[in-house]
């Protein structure tokens, strides 16, 4: 069997190690037992997250293998990413010839390479399907419904994963509940940060830890300057604020003009984007987060972090509060009081069905057992 895993983005690249490991085991208890039945993998990464800070320092810091081929296809909008990486990908498949393209998450190349795979009768399998918004505004649903739809093997992370592809007409054979992979990592990783010290300048429980990046939030001045002044009023010397501030997001401060008032407050420290490592350190002693991230709500769910998600919807449900999460969605015109609460809120870990950290194990297994012949050969 040979398979091809795609990756994009950042948050493809906390998914795809664990897969990548499960693979390595199941091909090595392959050769203890003489079988052949061993897979042939390749790593492909489209290059859509292309500087150190964003992918390269990933690779190391998870112990990730260094991708068979890059594609290289950068920054642009969202049809040069789709287009260029189409394009890209074929050759890749006609040389390569898969018996299956596993694509993750929900990012530009998760939907570029499904479809290409289907064009040439490659069978696809999705990593973190059935998801959803509910909000076709964020480009991330239109990624989501176009590669569920043409999936051949839907892994989903939860129960409401699961009835949404249900609803959607997808038959029980097709969807599995594989469980979170991303918490595969999680659990790895937790021995290694446990150890790491806290970074200077912040106490124990004591901190809130800030991610905001979705154009919905910092691209306008009027919504920046209100987050800006939520946090702001949050902020003191008991209670400091942590920025690691993604570089569109400290962009916009610069051009909004908020840049030198968080600077200049003793009680609020702006930094660069930190590693993953740092970041899991940081929720495990963080009072709160405010984030837009759909990969932080699921750790700090896990973690038992307060998380406000300043969104006006997730495709996480699972994550909230009134499904057992820590997670609250929060409006600019509640997010004063969202804060507050949550930093009034004691620490709940909960992990659902299937978040035990074997998630990729189970996924492997899943795939192999679904294995058949490609629907046609690619490249005649």
Request: include cysteine; hydrophobic fraction near 40%.
């Amino acid at each position: 069997m040979k398979w091809i895993s795609v990756v994009g983005a950042r948050p493809n690249f906390i998914k795809i190690a664990p897969f990548c490991r499960a693979i390595s085991v199941h091909n090595q208890s392959n050769k203890v037992r003489g079988s052949e039945a061993c897979i042939d993998h390749l790593l492909v990464h489209t290059g859509q997250h292309y500087d150190d800070k964003m992918s390269k320092a990933f690779f190391a810091e998870l112990g990730i293998p260094e991708a068979d081929i890059n594609l290289n296809i950068g920054s642009g909008t969202h049809a040069e990413q789709v287009g260029k990486t189409m394009i890209a990908f074929e050759e890749v498949c006609l040389t390569e010839k898969p018996d299956l393209v596993v694509v993750v998450g929900d990012v530009n190349a998760t939907a570029a390479c499904s479809i290409t795979a289907k064009k040439l009768g490659i069978q696809v399998a999705h990593i973190e399907a059935g998801l959803r918004s509910n909000d076709k505004s964020m480009p991330e649903e239109i990624n989501r419904l176009v590669t569920d739809s043409i999936s051949d093997r839907l892994l989903a992370p939860d129960r409401f994963a699961v009835e949404n592809l249900m609803q959607e007409g997808h038959t029980s054979d097709s969807v599995h509940l594989s469980g979170n992979i991303m918490i595969d990592t999680l659990d790895r990783e937790l021995p290694k940060v446990e150890k790491l010290a806290l970074l200077e300048g912040l106490q124990e429980d004591h901190y809130v830890v800030v991610t905001l990046h979705r154009p919905a939030n910092v691209d306008s001045a009027e919504k920046l300057t209100q987050i800006v002044d939520a946090v702001m009023s949050e902020a003191h010397e008991e209670m400091k604020f942590f920025w690691p501030a993604h570089p569109r997001t400290h962009a916009k401060l610069a051009e909004f003009g908020l840049l030198d008032a968080l600077e200049d407050n003793g009680n609020i420290i702006l930094d660069q984007p930190i590693g993953y490592h740092a970041l899991l350190r940081l929720n495990l002693s963080a009072r709160a987060f405010l984030t837009d991230s759909g990969g932080l709500q699921e750790e700090c769910c896990v973690v038992g972090t307060p998380c406000v998600t300043l969104r006006d919807n997730t495709e996480r449900p699972i994550t909230l509060r009134e499904h057992g999460g820590t997670n609250v969605l929060s409006t600019l015109d509640t997010l004063g009081e969202d804060l507050s609460e949550a930093l009034r809120a004691a620490r709940r870990p909960y992990r659902p069905e299937g978040w035990d950290g074997k998630t990729a194990p189970r996924m492997v297994e899943t795939l192999c057992g679904a294995a058949g012949t490609r629907a046609s050969l690619v490249g005649g």
